[in-house]
């Protein structure tokens, strides 16, 4: 029987409630809202829940805290599609130590760097100890202090996961897969898997973006930040496509040595009869260079990477959406009082 599979750091932390993952999703943003209250009643500003400011300035993380906890089965999903690709792929005889399908046990120690990497770098950069501490609103400022951290280090942790994933598979790219060049959609899911991350990654930014003020997109730790999380956008996409890619180009260079091979073998077998003379079978020798030839020809348009234009098209797409939000915002955010 097949033992169940390792949780990772986030999964093991939302087994805990024994609520399905969108009933403690749903837990987790309710108290993440009803603090928010409680925080603007003990400053004695309740009265400004009513105002766009405090839901603009105020709800940034714990919105994307739960967009985080939202998208990631997906991502999940993705990423076991993508591994269970490489399944049929497998040598009988030469297979990893953990098969195809089975995620890899989770390093908790390294997971738990990540989160504290990401808290760290969010202190570091914002530095909140030198905020303006406005009075009668301490409460808010140590909201933020605990959820801003909270978001960067799950952040960090999704960035972790993601290179920890496209690690593994770049582990099973490197088998000597029974890869059939002429079928490479059998590897397209980890081209989805990796558009889907993609997404991900840039709807969180877009979502952000939308939460800041046109005061605070001009600062330069707000560009910092968006400037890392589109290079690790960027990362994560070549990454997991860079090892199948690699996978499919030598299954294509041993393709064209074995065309090639035969080629030189017909083309040496017909020299001689040429030379000798012996004209009896040279018209099946033609067909077989004219078969080599035709697969010789089709091996080398054959793809090498998993993805076709209509992924690159929708990634390139998307991709511009948080360029365009936050042209928006700074062009006409400081007309609209935004």
Known sequence: MKKPRADNLLQALMRQ???????????????????????????????ALSELWFWQELLDSPVLIIYVLVVYPFMWRLWERAVRAFQPLMPADDSPKR?????????RRWEWVAIFIGAAFFLLLSQPWKWGWVTGEIWLHVYEIITFPLLFGLLAWLVYSGLSGTRYIARLG?????????????????????????????????????????????????????????????????????????AMARAKKRELG????????????????VNQNQMKGVEKLYATLTAWSTYERQSKEAPTWPFNASIIRRLAVSGLLPGLIYLIRFLFGSRLGM
């Open 99 to 107: 098969p195809a399908g089975e995620a890899p046990p989770p390093n």
């Open 258 to 273: 074995l065309a090639q091979k035969h080629l030189t073998a017909a083309y040496r077998e017909l020299k001689e009869r």
């Open 174 to 246: 490197r088998q000597a897969l029974n890869l059939d060049i002429f079928e490479p959609g059998v590897l397209a899911p980890v081209a989805h898997w990796s558009l889907g991350t993609s997404l991900a990654f840039i709807g969180g930014i877009s979502l952000s973006l939308v939460f800041q003020t046109w005061e605070s997109l001009r600062m330069w730790e707000d560009i910092t930040i968006y400037a890392v999380l589109l290079g690790a956008t960027v990362l994560l996409f070549f990454m997991s496509m860079w090892s199948t890619h690699k």
């Open 17 to 47: 409630s024994r609520l399905s993952w969108y009933g403690t999703t749903a837990v987790i943003a309710a108290v993440l809202i009803l603090f928010l209250i409680l925080a603007a009643y003990l400053d004695g500003i309740l009265g």
